[in-house]
Protein backbone atom coordinates (compact mmCIF):
# COMPACT_ATOMS: atom_id res chain seq x y z
CA UNK A 1 0.00 0.00 0.00
CA UNK A 2 1.04 3.37 -0.92
CA UNK A 3 0.37 6.38 1.17
CA UNK A 4 0.40 10.02 -0.54
CA UNK A 5 0.11 13.40 0.53
CA UNK A 6 -1.96 15.64 -1.47
CA UNK A 7 -1.43 19.48 -0.71
CA UNK A 8 -3.00 22.35 -3.19
CA UNK A 9 -3.58 25.66 -2.53
CA UNK A 10 -7.09 27.33 -3.66
CA UNK A 11 -7.10 31.00 -5.11
CA UNK A 12 -8.60 33.20 -2.30
CA UNK A 13 -11.01 34.37 -4.19
CA UNK A 14 -13.11 31.20 -4.96
CA UNK A 15 -16.46 31.33 -2.46
CA UNK A 16 -16.53 28.98 0.74
CA UNK A 17 -19.16 26.96 -1.38
CA UNK A 18 -17.36 26.22 -4.31
CA UNK A 19 -14.42 25.56 -2.46
CA UNK A 20 -16.45 22.84 -0.61
CA UNK A 21 -17.29 21.91 -4.05
CA UNK A 22 -13.50 21.27 -5.42
CA UNK A 23 -12.89 19.65 -2.44
CA UNK A 24 -15.50 16.76 -2.69
CA UNK A 25 -14.67 16.52 -6.38
CA UNK A 26 -10.91 16.07 -5.81
CA UNK A 27 -11.87 13.39 -3.16
CA UNK A 28 -14.14 11.57 -5.15
CA UNK A 29 -11.74 11.70 -8.32
CA UNK A 30 -9.66 9.82 -5.95
CA UNK A 31 -11.60 7.04 -4.34
CA UNK A 32 -12.74 6.59 -8.06
CA UNK A 33 -9.18 5.00 -8.53
CA UNK A 34 -8.87 3.00 -5.45
CA UNK A 35 -7.75 5.12 -2.97
CA UNK A 36 -8.64 5.41 0.97
CA UNK A 37 -8.99 9.08 2.71
CA UNK A 38 -7.31 8.54 5.56
CA UNK A 39 -6.37 12.27 6.40
CA UNK A 40 -7.87 15.78 5.48
CA UNK A 41 -7.20 19.04 6.98
CA UNK A 42 -8.04 22.10 5.89
CA UNK A 43 -4.94 24.61 7.13
CA UNK A 44 -7.11 28.03 6.46
CA UNK A 45 -5.65 31.08 4.56
CA UNK A 46 -2.18 32.07 5.77
CA UNK A 47 0.00 34.17 3.61
CA UNK A 48 2.07 32.29 0.27
CA UNK A 49 5.99 33.33 0.73
CA UNK A 50 5.46 34.94 -2.24
CA UNK A 51 2.83 36.04 -4.93
CA UNK A 52 1.36 33.61 -7.03
CA UNK A 53 -0.55 34.97 -10.12
CA UNK A 54 -0.64 38.37 -7.86
CA UNK A 55 -2.14 36.57 -4.74
CA UNK A 56 -0.47 36.63 -1.77
CA UNK A 57 -2.47 34.74 -0.17
CA UNK A 58 -4.40 31.15 -0.81
CA UNK A 59 -6.67 28.45 0.83
CA UNK A 60 -4.68 25.66 1.80
CA UNK A 61 -5.80 21.80 2.17
CA UNK A 62 -3.91 18.37 2.79
CA UNK A 63 -5.25 15.11 1.76
CA UNK A 64 -3.62 12.32 3.16
CA UNK A 65 -4.57 8.45 0.51
CA UNK A 66 -3.86 5.31 0.98
CA UNK A 67 -3.74 3.07 -2.74
CA UNK A 68 -2.35 0.95 -4.75
CA UNK A 69 -3.04 3.05 -7.81
CA UNK A 70 -1.13 6.31 -9.24
CA UNK A 71 -3.27 9.27 -8.68
CA UNK A 72 -2.31 10.42 -12.09
CA UNK A 73 -6.30 11.20 -12.40
CA UNK A 74 -6.14 13.76 -9.45
CA UNK A 75 -2.98 15.25 -10.39
CA UNK A 76 -3.94 15.80 -14.14
CA UNK A 77 -7.67 17.53 -12.99
CA UNK A 78 -5.43 19.50 -10.53
CA UNK A 79 -3.13 20.80 -13.47
CA UNK A 80 -6.22 21.87 -15.56
CA UNK A 81 -8.18 23.74 -13.13
CA UNK A 82 -7.71 27.66 -12.71
CA UNK A 83 -8.82 28.24 -9.63
CA UNK A 84 -5.47 25.89 -8.07
CA UNK A 85 -2.55 28.29 -7.68
CA UNK A 86 -0.06 25.60 -6.75
CA UNK A 87 -0.32 21.17 -5.91
CA UNK A 88 1.98 19.15 -4.81
CA UNK A 89 1.44 14.92 -4.73
CA UNK A 90 4.04 12.94 -2.67
CA UNK A 91 4.59 9.47 -2.27
CA UNK A 92 5.47 9.52 1.66
CA UNK A 93 5.50 5.84 2.56
CA UNK A 94 8.97 5.53 1.30
CA UNK A 95 10.38 7.81 3.62
CA UNK A 96 8.11 5.73 6.43
CA UNK A 97 10.40 2.64 4.85
CA UNK A 98 13.40 4.46 4.94
CA UNK A 99 13.14 6.06 8.55
CA UNK A 100 11.91 2.17 10.26
CA UNK A 101 15.37 0.61 8.31
CA UNK A 102 17.50 3.62 9.78
CA UNK A 103 15.31 2.95 13.34
CA UNK A 104 16.20 -1.03 13.34
CA UNK A 105 20.09 -0.52 12.11
CA UNK A 106 20.90 2.01 14.47
CA UNK A 107 18.54 1.39 17.78
CA UNK A 108 18.61 3.95 21.05
CA UNK A 109 20.90 2.53 23.33
CA UNK A 110 20.64 3.85 26.81
CA UNK A 111 23.75 6.21 27.83
CA UNK A 112 25.24 4.51 31.00
CA UNK A 113 28.11 6.81 32.53
CA UNK A 114 31.46 5.10 33.58
CA UNK A 115 32.32 5.56 36.94
CA UNK A 116 34.94 8.12 37.17
CA UNK A 117 38.38 6.38 38.50
CA UNK A 118 38.99 8.39 41.60
CA UNK A 119 36.16 9.02 44.23
CA UNK A 120 37.06 11.48 46.65
CA UNK A 121 35.61 10.21 50.64
CA UNK A 122 34.59 13.08 52.20
CA UNK A 123 36.77 12.24 55.22
CA UNK A 124 39.91 12.86 52.74
CA UNK A 125 38.72 16.29 51.60
CA UNK A 126 41.12 19.29 51.77
CA UNK A 127 40.47 21.10 55.25
CA UNK A 128 38.85 24.42 54.59
CA UNK A 129 41.08 27.47 54.50
CA UNK A 130 41.45 29.24 57.33
CA UNK A 131 40.39 33.37 56.84
CA UNK A 132 43.30 35.32 56.61
CA UNK A 133 43.58 38.88 58.58
CA UNK A 134 43.41 41.43 56.14
CA UNK A 135 46.70 43.86 56.45
CA UNK A 136 46.59 47.47 54.69
CA UNK A 137 48.86 47.33 51.84
CA UNK A 138 50.60 51.03 52.12
Excluded: C
Excluded at 44 to 69: C, M, S, W
Excluded at 80 to 88: E, G, T
Aim: hydrophobic letters at 35%.
Amino acid sequence: MRTYEVLFILSPQVPEEETASLITDFKRVAESTGAKLTNEEAWGRPRLAYPIQKFTEGNYHLFVFDTDQSLSELDRRMRNSDRILRHMIVRTDLDHKRAEKLAKRNPKKERVRPAPAFTPEPSAAAPAAEPRPETPVE
